[in-house]
């Protein structure tokens, strides 16, 4: 699944280094999913600066038509995030 369009991949994204945002558009791109995912890229930007923000994403059928899901990073005992946790209705 890709990163932009999923709560998990929101999850992670939003808590690497903001310089790696552009490297992540430019190699992988906002491929539309559905009519809810984020293909401008100042958009995304902002979606990921909201998620970093309140501290889980959420995915409101932005990767598949009725599929919802929330994900929330997970840190590591320095604070560094390491992976992400989601539930997915």
């Known amino acids: 699944m890709p990163a932009h369009s999923t709560g ?8 690497h280094e903001k310089s790696q945002w552009p490297v992540y558009v430019h190699e992988k791109g906002l491929k539309s999913y559905t009519q809810n995912t984020i ?5 995304f930007y902002a979606h990921l600066r909201g998620i970093k ?5 959420i995915d409101n059928f932005a990767n598949e038509d009725g599929i919802r899901c929330v994900a929330v990073p997970i840190n590591d005992h320095n604070g560094k995030t390491i992976a992400a946790l989601r ?3």
Not at 8 to 15: D, R, T, W, Y
Not at 39 to 43: A, F, H, N, P
Not at 53 to 57: H, I, S
């Open 53 to 57: 923000l309140r501290g889980y994403a």
């Open 87 to 89: 539930i997915s209705g």
């Open 8 to 15: 998990l991949g929101k999850a992670l994204l939003a808590h």
């Open 39 to 43: 293909v401008d890229s100042d958009e």
